[in-house]
């Protein structure tokens, strides 16, 4: 930060009118505290504040002004000192940007204002069992969701590779990197890889989506959306956080975030313009406002039954505003106030939840749609694939005709009281195959069988393996 911008921070500080002595030591405990990756680090950082004197009531009263007062001189008040120079074009905007601390303050923005709407979001409805955030910065929501949510894996995007490497160090500490992948990409590109997407139930993107608009334009992003839509699983959700417009009423740091963003050429749309282009896409939209002056939580639906993108909702109630923005400066007691970062609480551990088996799929070459018990749709990401089909059941020329599979299966036969016998077929061998037993077809093998001595209530295991990770059933 250059002098000039740091002391206009410092009168800015000074100005407004946040003069208690506990604020302010709240606050240079939030700024040190954000800027350590894990646990450890802000527990020894915690022991120094402590011995300086700080931190020794209780973090609750960073206020929400506080925040984004930070927010705006730590990351853009040389964007704001240069203004005019940036209307004619002398300076880029960006260079004026001080993007190692956006995160950081963004996130104290988040701890005191749109986190705990997001998170009351994200805690109705199902439990959670792949989630996707895109923008996902450091990781603040996806590291909770794992930690509330311990079925569910998470893959967490952002251009910035540095954050997401914060991110999976923080992960380790949790002991929650393994149900974590992350992916350094311009997330504008996941129409061209909705697969990234696909299957998941949950995707969140905080203050994300104007920068998109902004790169893409309007139509492109609209066919952004409609691809995340499309991979979403059936009554998936997308929770979008995003700032409009502000006008003459709106708060002080809505007038700013506007402009902050108007300088650097990116127009925030009006809450009815955003609303639009979600339902354009194919989305139910419900929203709730009041989280942080100028933005909005949306919560985008995909029905079961899905719409074509396109396709206009049939009702306006489709549309539910859950809540008013209270207009002008934000009140502490309205707040939703979340701890700290160093006190992150764990939310609500739901309990594991059973998944209706099975699902029917039409596999190539077989007579009849095959009960699968275990596969990627059950359990996202899943490499292994498990059918289980009831030898009695079974016609005498066997499920299928001859055919193949891109991946290994294993044909495994449990011990049974009565032993099963079934003949098969792979490539020129043919055999008996008698109970217990695990048989490897490895991919590509034209192989099938047919049953020789089973009784109904003896099931055969196909045991669908992809050592790549992924789908493990498709055929060659
Ligand atoms: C306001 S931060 C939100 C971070 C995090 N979700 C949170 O709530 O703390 C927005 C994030 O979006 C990321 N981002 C912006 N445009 C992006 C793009 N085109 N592709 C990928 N990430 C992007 C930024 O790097 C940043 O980490």
Redesign the pocket.
Known sequence: MTDFAAKRMGNLIVNHDYSSEQKYDSLVNALVTSSCSTPLQRKQLENLLKECGFGQQPNTDVSADLAMLTWMNACYADLLAHAGDVLLGKVEANSLVNHRL??PT??MV?ESTFYAPVFDELSKGFPIRYFV??????G??TLRVLQGHPNARALA????GD?LKRAMAEAVEYDIASRLSTKT????LLSEQPELITGADTVCT???CH??LA?TGREKFVSWLAAIYGALRPKGRMIVAEAVHADAKSHWFSKVFTLIHRLQKIVLPREDEWVTMFEEAGFMVNMRDGVMPGSRVFTLLKPEMAKAPGEKTPTPLAFKRLEEEPQGRTTRQSQPQLPMVAERPLLTILPPQPITVPVLRAVEGHHAPVPFYFDDSLVPGAPVSIAVVDLGAIPPGGPAEPHRHKHTEYYLLPAYPERVEIEVTIDDHTFNLISPALLPIHAGARHCFRVRKAKPGQFIFGVFVNEQGGQSHEIQ
């Open positions: 956006v995160g963004s996130r988040g955030d895109i923008g996902a910065g450091v603040n929501v995007i952002d251009k910035n954050s990409m311009d997330a504008a905080l203050f994300c920068d998109l790169k």
